[in-house]
């Protein structure tokens, strides 16, 4: 598999330049429009050396809220399972983001 574009086919995946925290209101809680998801056998998540912000999904059909429940600790070592494209319904802006096993969601490459 050619690693070219491909977020998956790499031992890092992240977006470090993207700062989903613009689409969090104060009540740390933002719905959005799922537009795809899948599952995959798991593959090393690799952090950068700060903390990535964790959210918790609660998924209703098309509907996702995520809430933003704290960081996860750049020393530690992750797998991911699942991927979800999620569209913001008022800036129509799309993002992607990465199923921690036991943890929770973060941002991932778009």
Do not use: C
């Not at 050619?2 to 009540?27: E, R, Y």
């Not at 719905?31 to 795809?36: A, I, S, T």
């Amino acid at each position: 598999m050619s690693s070219g574009g491909n977020v998956f086919g790499s031992n890092i995946i992240g977006s470090p330049g993207f700062d989903v925290t613009k689409w969090f209101t104060q009540s740390n809680s933002q719905e959005f429009v799922l537009k795809k998801r899948q599952a995959f056998e798991a593959k090393p998540y690799q952090l950068g050396d700060q903390p990535t912000p964790l959210y918790a999904a609660a998924i209703n059909g098309d509907s996702v809220i995520l809430t933003k429940v704290g960081n996860l600790d750049a020393t530690g070592s992750y797998q991911v399972t699942k991927a979800m494209t999620l569209e913001n319904p008022i800036t129509y802006e799309t993002r992607s983001f990465l199923y921690v096993n036991d943890h929770g969601w973060v941002t991932g490459s778009h």
